[in-house]
């Protein structure tokens, strides 16, 4: 079980398999290029000044989104006009709700929202109904639990306790304390939790009268159409959240919530407080996503996920290489040890994980036009090198074969530059 204070702050440190501490608000370890949100928004910055010098050199079609994310936002000519702010949702507001109780599996007991990211929904679920003082009872696969969980609960001024057994949920509920329960169906490293345990930690929640929430950013789409598991809803919570640009859902980036009307209202009331609720065109844009939004693309997806898994696992090696629901992953400490391989044995490597793979997100940016969460993701954003290309972007680079080959020599090029903080500060942020 993890613990964490009312300021986010784990009670003890740990250390990454590589010898690193480990931030607990992030869940991977800071060096002293990436130290803080701060630097990761200046790596962020640098990413879009490379985006900007690429675009208008070799134009649009010279980049490759292999984040796994469709950010696009698909508004029908014929419905522009209800992008407007006041009476334009009169006119999509009924279809909106329609679309996503079927996404989630509810009924006309339940209402909809949408939210300017899922992360918005979550911190706003946190902040209005988590009581000051109390537990956030974080029900994970495997590993943590999104930082979005973390930042809210800290913001109201309550305590997270992370915990991935029956057993460990039921010590913290007999506390007392808790107040409300976030379930992680599928983590942003794409564990699926068993759907077992899910209806177990509602049933118990629901037991004691605490709220259950289901942070089902890509598993409400994961879940029952890969893994067979019920719709968001379906599994009793009451409520749950999806991202709009993940898992075959095309965008715009968004957060969709549906769940009990009174917890709603309190929800939306804490996200207008705060401007963390969709403005009409987004939530326009939603409503054409979900009308569009096909299965088989998910499935077709997936697919290509294990096409991915197998020619990385033959090139590094499959202790190195985790297989996930919509392709692969390098844990960013593998590669770390990978880089470390290709360097001499006596040289140092003064880098920490997440450095090395935001030199290889920023390397691939700039050579190839790949984009990752490496080089593109927001601070807090998960660090190991994920590859979720969709079958259109991977015949665009040169398929597989192609794909593998820029993975290597990103690897390659780290290792000849790691050595030297300098050298991997002027890659990642610009700067010397």
Not at 112 to 117: E, G, I, L, Y
Not at 124 to 146: E, M, N, Q, Y
Not at 179 to 187: A, D, K, M, Q, R
Not at 239 to 248: L, Q
């Amino acid at each position: 079980m993890f613990d964490q204070n009312q300021n986010g702050e784990s009670a003890s440190i740990s250390l990454d398999r590589t010898g690193h501490p480990i931030d607990p608000s992030v869940g991977y370890a800071r060096g002293t290029i990436l130290s803080s949100p701060l630097d990761e928004s200046k790596r962020f910055q640098h990413a879009m000044r490379l985006v900007q010098r690429r675009a208008i050199t070799k134009g649009a079609s010279s980049f490759f989104n292999f984040t796994g994310l469709h950010r696009d936002c698909p508004l029908p000519p014929d419905k522009v006009a209800f992008a407007e702010e006041w009476i334009g949702p009169a006119f999509f507001r009924d279809e909106l709700a329609g679309l996503a109780r079927e996404h989630f599996g509810g009924g006309a007991e339940h209402d909809v929202a949408v939210f300017n990211r899922a992360t918005a929904g979550i911190i706003a679920t946190c902040l209005a109904l988590s009581r000051p003082g109390s537990t956030v009872l974080s029900v994970i696969p495997v590993t943590r639990s999104h930082p979005s969980i973390a930042r809210g609960v800290g913001l109201a001024n309550a305590r997270l306790a992370e915990v991935s057994t029956l057993s460990e949920v039921e010590e913290c509920l007999s506390s007392g304390q808790v107040s409300l329960i976030v379930i992680t169906g599928v983590s942003s490293e794409l564990q699926v939790m068993e759907e077992e345990v899910l209806l177990d930690v509602v049933r118990l929640g629901k037991a004691r009268g605490i709220p259950t929430f289901l942070d089902d950013a890509y598993g409400a789409r994961l879940r029952p159409l890969i893994y067979g598991q019920r719709k968001t809803l379906e599994t009793g919570v009451e409520m749950g959240i999806t991202s709009c640009d993940k898992a075959g859902l095309g965008g715009p980036r968004a957060g969709l919530m549906a769940g009990r009307p009174d917890l709603m209202d309190r929800v939306l009331a804490k996200a207008a407080e705060l401007g963390l609720e969709a403005r009409p065109a987004l939530s326009l844009g939603v409503c054409a996503s979900l009308a569009k939004f096909e299965p088989a693309g998910l499935r077709r997806e997936v697919e290509l996920g294990e096409k991915i898994y197998d020619q990385l696992s033959l090139r590094f090696g499959k202790d190195r290489v985790r297989r996930t629901g919509l392709g692969a992953a390098i844990p960013e400490e593998e590669a770390w040890d990978l880089v470390r391989s290709l360097r001499p044995s006596d040289a140092p490597l003064p880098v920490i994980p997440a450095e090395i793979t935001a030199g290889v997100g920023m390397y691939w940016l700039e050579h190839y036009g790949i984009i990752t969460v490496n080089a593109l993701g927001q601070p807090g954003a998960r660090v190991s090198l994920r590859f979720k290309p969709d079958p259109c972007e991977i015949e665009r680079f040169g398929g597989i074969s192609a794909l593998v080959e820029a993975i290597d020599d990103g690897l390659r090029h780290i290792a000849e530059k790691s050595g030297s903080i300098a050298e991997m500060k002027q890659l990642i942020l610009g700067e010397v």
